[in-house]
């Protein structure tokens, strides 16, 4: 019998901005746990999520194992690592200040926008130990400030966003740069022609392209017929390559779901356009007779299943300033993958970039094109520079279809 | 503990704040999951939480508690430091009346009562449905089931308490022939868990449908007549205009006010969209909402023209409206703001024969994968079906439709005489950080005259 006690403790501070004005302060301590039992390849698992009662959790746990939940795994012995990624934290007054300071900006600078939003400071610890000798650990925090405008002439609920996540000291300037940018351009509709353009995400994390990969790079999916990349097709171009990383302090944790610690912290997943590494967790793993990736989550409640870490794709010499004319994506919602890699994706908030700088704002519009053309023929890569200069990737791109909205 | 118990014990009115309440939710659930035919996940938990919110100064101050021994000296730190700030106070707590209500209905008739086995049980003959099937690659079945107790007392002398059960089943599948897979699903709910077994003949069709689109072609673009199944019509109700009636959006905002004025034309005469929380059998009940109002059934849209708003007393009080009970919170971790609760479009006259015979080149809707609504909204559609001179004649594949809300609410055409209501507890409702909150839309189905088609 091994047993394995999961907790995370959050204390999270949040400021709250409703109608361009400070709404809320609200300061939350969250202690979730579970204890899993593994006997005989089956599992029994309790959880709170008001708290980490590991005597009351493991009484119940042994007696759920008459539910006999299946395991057919082993999990890792001596796994032991403690990290903490190094961060500035902040009180009460501290983020006050933060909203403050950017919110009488905003007013002053665009008073002819509402905001909304909030500006939060959240640490963790997180432990997985378990009977078998591993021990990990992971501490983290991170300063968040979102920002939602809409503009006073519009009759929607929301007309954009901005904002970025800080483990260190916030660039108040550059926020406001990157705000200003957004906000001045925001009524200079440009018009533009339908047809192939240069497309710029602010980084392929925040894609549609993402959970196209978080599904179909699942090796049970590929084993069972059931993936994109199933018929063996890839058909990607040699300029892509994508990988899995584990070990950055924005990505969920240096171990996985089932305490695996990875001896690649950047796993190739994708190389010059061939899938190598489909991904597995330990159960999958084991099932299919392959090694696993260090790819499982799991809810504190729930059971393990495949999710890359954190994909990320090569970086190419390119930056905004190449592109003679292309579109920067700011806001997305709504559009989808069929099973055969054909997308559309409405784009609500777009701007015209000439040369690295905003000239004016697009008009709604759809983006199509396949995902074998976005990453073979279309494909442009992630870009050597960023948004925030502390985001951890740069911009991304592609050629997209664009049909107006 | 005896939480009402505890409730009248608390003392919120000599704090010296303007505005205090707490909120306490007992939740106890169930989860199974059954992974390509292998048990893999079964837990039952209860948990309760207390979030507690003081006004004072015109600013909110909040703060959460797990251990309910420690709730009066929580409320009495969280006084201390919101009473140092200054600023100047709205007065929406007048709008608190004082009652006392306790809705506590399902005690003996909840999903508590039954076993995880019963439950376990159910779900596998559910999840042998796909185990035969050759074309089935991937099957995930899900049982879901909640129980929720929710306590509430303010300091404008409310005290109340309400109770929800509910029960899901989930079949998840991908299907491929060697050829495009196609991943669908089918969800099944119930007020109570024994509503759950006669769902056999729904699950089945739904898997025998899905094996019709293995071999579906894309439609090809343009902008057609489509018709909306009661789910897509909900979903379309909920994003396209649901969000924009909480009328947080338009705090600080007078040119919203203005666009948003009662009475305004706001699409055609046929249509009518309500949000009432006092609808006991579905996944959005909420017969008394999160700062003790208890819920309306608001009319949003009658006759084209808008006609309501959801409201906090917040925002009742900024737009000098009265409050209708839709302030919720995703659970005793969070604040209320305004939400929805079970939402839909209102029924006509027709059936659905008549809309689909009056279709010459267009589509029918009948099931998604995700909807939103910006100043344009969109629905994913999952199964979709041509229509061709009155008929619906084969199965296609629609990676997105979209439409300017305003205008396609004005080119609804007609409506089906029979509304159905979807709820689920897999899944829900997201606003901010605050996401699956338990809601349910719906409707009956729904001709609109034109829509893009990509």
Redo the contacts between chains.
Sequence with gaps: MVKEYYSIKSEQKSI?I??????????????RGSVRIFNNGKIG???????ADFAKLEASAIE?L?????S?YDLPENSVLEREFEHKSYD?SELIGIADRVLNKLRYDHPEF?FSG?VSFESYEKSLKNSAGTDLKLRNGYLDVSIIF?S????????GYFGNLYQGDMDFDEFCSVADDILSNYDNELDIEEGKIDVVFQGFQGTIMYPFFYKHLNG??IE?????F?SGRSGFCENFSLYDVNDMSLSPSPFDADGLIRKDPKLSVIDRGRLVAPLFDI?KAVKYGKKPTGTSVRSY???THIAPNFLMTNTTDIKLKDFEKALLVI?T????????G?????V?LAYIVENGKIKGKAP?L?L?NTIENIFGLDYIGTLNDRMYENDKFGYFASKMIL?K? | MNVLSLLEKIDLSSIGCSFADIRIEERTFTSITIENHIVSNGIEESNVSAFIRIYSGGRWFYTSASDLSLIQEKILSLAKTAKSFKGVEKRFFQLSKPHKSILLKKENKNSTVYSIKEKLELLKHFDSLTANLNLCKISQTNYIDRYSKVYYANSAGVKSAYDYTGAQIGLFYTLSGGGEPFADNCKIYSSDFSGLNSSEDLLKSSIDESIDFLNAKNADPGVYPLILSPMTTGVFAHESFGHKSEADFMLGDENMKKEWEIGKKVGSKVLSIIDDGNIEDASGYCPIDDEGTRANKTYLIKNGLLSGRLHSLQTAEELLEEPTGNARALNAEYEPIVRMTNTYIDKGDKTFSDLVSSVKDGFYIKTLKHGSGLSTFTIAPLRSYRIKNGKIVEPVKINVITGTVFETLGDIEALSDTVVLHSSLLGGCGKMEQYPLRVSFGGPDMLVSKMNVS
């Design positions: 709250n409703s109608a361009s004005q400070i709404d809320s302060l609200r300061n939350k301590d969250v202690q698992i309790s959880a709170s999520a008001s708290g759920n008459k539910l006999e939940t299946v057919g009460d509402v909030n809409k006073k002439k519009s009759a929607g609920i929301m007309d049970e999916l069972k017929g059931a993936s994109y199933s159960r409640n729930g059971a806001m919602s709504g559009g989808d993958f069929q099973d055969d054909s997308l559309s994706m409405p609500q709604q759809i199509h049909k909205g």
